[in-house]
């Protein structure tokens, strides 16, 4: 019985799949008028197909068209479309298309479900499903970074911050792609802010979307979050964050940070973290960093000997064998690239020796 069951539900499923897909004549159609970079009335007849994966795709096509005619029926869809997939899609195009003709519907539509809220408190941005509230931010940025002299700019600014902070103050469940692309939408937008929004995700459980954040605040030059960051430098579980973490500490150029970003460049597991610290200590332009780093650099390019083998009659010592270990030429050269900033304009007799040998290696 379990298994009729089974299988009557996947022949469902299979049905409402091949019910979504677009048919190989439909399919032609759609990417000859992508080809020609044609919007015209067969397209718009397809954005009111019955079917939901011609929708998506004729949607989608308009989009990479990129003309302004297409924006009242992409609307439509995003308003009115039963189909969460085509209302994602919808918003999608709408930001390729990147006028600014579009800005009040993504705003509108955004916002269309914000409640009143307490009394005299401030409303509240109810989010629609993930996938629909991540193409709509991602849109905002889009419309905003390339209209950003317009007046619109900064409303859509302003509602990216608005979601992000929805999702910040989530207890759990934040949505990985939603913060994402909202994060990479302040970086194309810059609103007044954005940093202040940014560093509320430095926090998150999610390790990748700490990673993001910090990649934000190091873009930003953000100087609001050094104490957080600092603690990501030191203790954070994920490599990629740590690494991002010492790239914002660099960029804010927070020179508090001077023994955490050399303990982490000299020290640190991943390679990623070492070559962050490496570049923020850069940054940082102290020049005591110098002489740790050298003895980091020559540690490198000291031959690595293993097991010296059988001891020979009247040998005191085998023979040493040499290890074959790849020698880390990114960090070197990293290592390299930071003294010559450190050490401008000097004659620093440890930093030529190890140049020597790097350039000999």
Not at 143 to 160: P, Q, R, T
Not at 335 to 342: C, D, G, P
């Amino acid at each position: 019985m379990k298994k009729l069951i089974l299988i009557v539900a996947a022949g469902l499923i299979f049905a409402a799949f091949a019910s979504a897909q677009v048919p190989t004549v439909t399919h032609i159609q759609i990417l000859k008028a992508e080809d020609a970079r044609r919007y015209d009335s067969v397209l718009e007849g397809l954005l009111k197909s019955p079917n939901a994966g011609i929708r998506a795709r004729a949607a989608l096509a308009s989009g990479r068209i990129g003309d302004e005619k297409a924006i009242p029926a992409l609307a439509s869809l995003l308003e009115k479309d039963t189909n969460d997939d085509v209302r994602a899609m919808a918003a999608f195009a709408l930001g390729e298309i990147e006028s600014v003709k579009a800005a009040a519907v993504i705003i509108k539509e955004i916002k269309s479900d914000t409640r009143p809220g307490t009394p005299g408190g401030v409303p509240t941005l109810t989010l629609k499903p993930a996938n629909v509230t991540a193409r709509l931010i991602e849109a905002a940025g889009k419309i905003a970074a390339a209209n950003a002299k317009d007046e619109s700019a900064k409303a859509l600014g302003k509602v990216i911050l608005e979601v992000l902070d929805v999702e910040a103050n989530k207890t759990f469940g934040q949505d990985r792609t939603t913060v994402i692309v909202g994060l990479t939408a302040v970086l194309r937008v810059r609103p007044e802010g954005g940093e202040v929004t940014a560093a509320n995700f430095l926090l998150s459980k999610d390790g990748r979307i700490r990673t993001d954040a910090g990649n934000t605040m190091a873009r930003l030059r953000a100087k609001n979050a050094s104490a957080t960051l600092r603690d990501m430098v030191e203790n954070d579980k994920e490599p990629t964050a740590r690494a991002n973490a010492a790239r914002a500490l660099g960029a804010a150029e927070d020179k508090t940070a001077y023994e955490l970003l050399l303990k982490a460049a000299t020290s640190d597991i991943d390679s990623r973290v070492r070559i962050s610290a490496i570049r923020a200590l850069g940054s940082l332009k102290d020049a005591k960093a110098a002489e740790k780093l050298i003895e980091r650099a020559n540690y490198f390019l000291i031959p690595m000997h293993g097991d010296p083998g059988p001891i020979k009659p009247g040998q005191k010592t085998g023979n040493l064998k040499p290890i074959e270990i790849p020698i880390p030429k990114s960090e070197l050269l990293e290592i390299a690239t930071v003294l010559s900033r450190l050490l401008a304009n000097t004659e620093n007799d440890k930093a030529i020796e190890f140049l020597t040998k790097l350039r000999i290696a």
